[in-house]
């Protein structure tokens, strides 16, 4: 279902461009019209992701201010983060699993987050391979569906990992809303299974910008949703587990410490986008650090 609505988007892109084209070949030769309105496509493109840097901003502490050369490299990174994983990786996606030959510490599980599929994870899953670690992802449907729906497809992606790669237990990262995901799995089948749950960008309080969204896991990751709250209330003994990994200048996630979780290990970095989360140096660094450092 996804992949469906990304196709629709490129098809109204497509669309939008040879309508522009058309418009414009009346004025310049047809080749230039359609490289002038492809970049009208892509400014288009470029004005949504600078208007949602602009709804979750919030003031900043001191150590975390960046120098307008580091918000133009926050900003640009973010956009190919966006339009790649948009337009490319979670549109050519299929289901993944890795069995490493001689694997290296424990299996790893990728959830992806709110509108998106396993096609997010195609940067870091080439890092675990390369560093010998099993891993697989798993595509939560329906798209707009309950996050307490996701948990239980996720308990059937856990025991299938458990099973292909004979581990009893396996790390989880997940992005986003994948987070919450992990969290209500966690509520509702215990932790013997997990070593780790490492988040990234992760609303654990919610997010303003989710009044925009649709579907009943727009509605759970709202400010003050009192689905988050009860979430809040259940798993307390068990964030010991979770290692949350989020940065100062998330562009979808606002207030961006709402993604602190009391009781987890905290780390805010700044200068990184919410989709650039996934294919980031640092993040994939420090996700890396966790994943093996855990035995």
Request: with cysteine; aromatic share 6%.
């Amino acid at each position: 279902m996804v992949k469906r609505l990304l196709l629709l988007v490129m098809a109204l892109q497509v669309t939008a461009a040879c309508a522009i084209a058309w418009l414009l070949s009346r004025l310049v030769p047809a080749d230039v019209a359609l490289l002038l309105a492809v970049i009208v496509v892509l400014l288009v493109r470029m004005a949504i992701a600078a208007n949602n840097f602009r709804m979750a901003a919030r003031p900043l502490p001191q150590e975390a201010r960046l120098d307008w050369r580091q918000r133009l490299q926050l900003f640009f990174h973010e956009y190919v983060s966006t339009m790649a994983a948009t337009s490319w990786h979670m549109l050519r996606h299929r289901p993944r699993l890795h069995l490493a030959s001689a694997p290296r510490g424990l299996p790893v599980l990728l959830v992806h987050g709110y509108g998106a599929n396993g096609g997010f994870w195609v940067h870091l899953a080439a890092q675990l391979e390369a560093q010998g670690f099993s891993h697989a992802t798993v595509d939560l449907e329906p798209v707009f569906g309950d996050i307490d729906g996701y948990a239980a497809q996720l308990e059937q992606a856990v025991q299938a990992l458990c099973a292909a790669s004979g581990s009893e237990r396996i790390i989880i990262v997940a992005h986003s809303m994948g987070g919450l995901v992990a969290r209500a799995w966690l509520r509702r089948f215990g932790a013997s299974r997990a070593a780790r749950i490492i988040t990234l960008g992760t609303p654990h309080h919610g997010t303003d910008l989710a009044q925009m969204g649709v579907g009943d896991n727009a509605r759970q990751m709202r400010r003050n949703a009192a689905w988050l709250a009860q979430l809040d209330a259940d798993d307390r003994k068990l964030r010991g587990l979770i290692t949350s990994i989020y940065s100062y200048h998330d562009n979808i996630i606002a207030p961006q410490d709402s993604c602190h979780l009391p009781g987890a290990r905290n780390i805010a970095l700044p200068g990184v986008g919410h989709v650039a989360m996934g294919r980031h140096p640092e993040i994939t660094k420090r996700i890396l650090a966790e994943i093996i450092g855990i035995t």
